[in-house]
T-cell receptor, first 114, second 115 residues
């Protein structure tokens, strides 16, 4: 079945460092890909998405490009802030619309130090 | 901004007891979901619900689990006889009908501890 693998954490960076969190997936067909973020004590929030190959999702300085050839959707940010400290989840959905479930990776905890 | 809410934030129960976890989805959303995350593991899909019936469920969602939308606002997950391995964070989510992608909005979760 569909699955998502993301790099193990935790990841600790200094403010203004470059961030990469790797994510690869296995899926039949053409899934939509997502990054969700969970701040301490809060629910999962959609950070960015891409619905087809070569799409680039971006939000709040974060970017990820849907690479079908490498089945990857790596999350990047050029300069992290302390406020980016959170757990990041890569996820896929197999259907464009409707009730298709999300399949998540294990999550990567990011801590950014001042 | 509309949001999904869940109650309680933390539930402690004895093994074998029934628990009901409550969720209030975003008001104009049509699809509802439950996920769970056992500590240190992946967020896992349990069930999706549309038009007052289950549209999909995982193998985790066995006869001990049930879902209900008892009125126009609440969406509940019942675990009939809890086991130790049911201890997890349970997330409710909702989405509206969208033909391009399925953005699900999540609640803050209920931490269930089974003793």
């Amino acid at each position: 079945g569909d699955s998502v693998t993301q790099m193990e954490g935790p990841v600790t960076l200094s403010e203004e460092a470059f961030l990469t969190i790797n994510c690869t997936y296995t899926a039949t067909g053409y899934p939509s890909l997502f990054w969700y973020v969970q701040y301490p004590g809060e629910g999962l929030q959609l950070l960015l998405k891409a619905t087809k190959a070569d799409d680039k999702g971006s939000n709040k300085g974060f970017e990820a490009t849907y690479r079908k050839e490498t089945t990857s959707f790596h999350l990047e940010k050029g300069s992290v802030q302390v406020s980016d400290s959170a757990v990041y989840f890569c996820a896929l959905s197999g259907w464009r619309g409707g009730s298709e479930k999300l399949v998540f990776g294990k999550g990567t905890k990011l801590t950014v130090n001042p | 901004e509309p949001e999904v809410t869940q109650t309680p934030s933390h539930q402690v129960t004895q093994m074998g007891q029934e628990v009901i976890l409550r969720c209030v989805p975003i008001s104009n959303h049509l699809y509802f979901y439950w996920y769970r995350q056992i500590l240190g593991q992946k967020v896992e899909f349990l069930v999706s619900f549309y038009n007052n019936e289950i549209s999909e469920k995982s193998e985790i969602f066995d006869d001990q689990f049930s879902v209900e939308r008892p009125d126009g606002s609440n969406f509940t997950l019942k675990i009939r006889s809890t086991k130790l391995e049911d201890s997890a964070m349970y997330f409710c989510a909702s989405s509206e009908l969208d033909l391009t992608y399925n953005e699900q909005f999540f609640g803050p979760g209920t931490r269930l501890t089974v003793l």
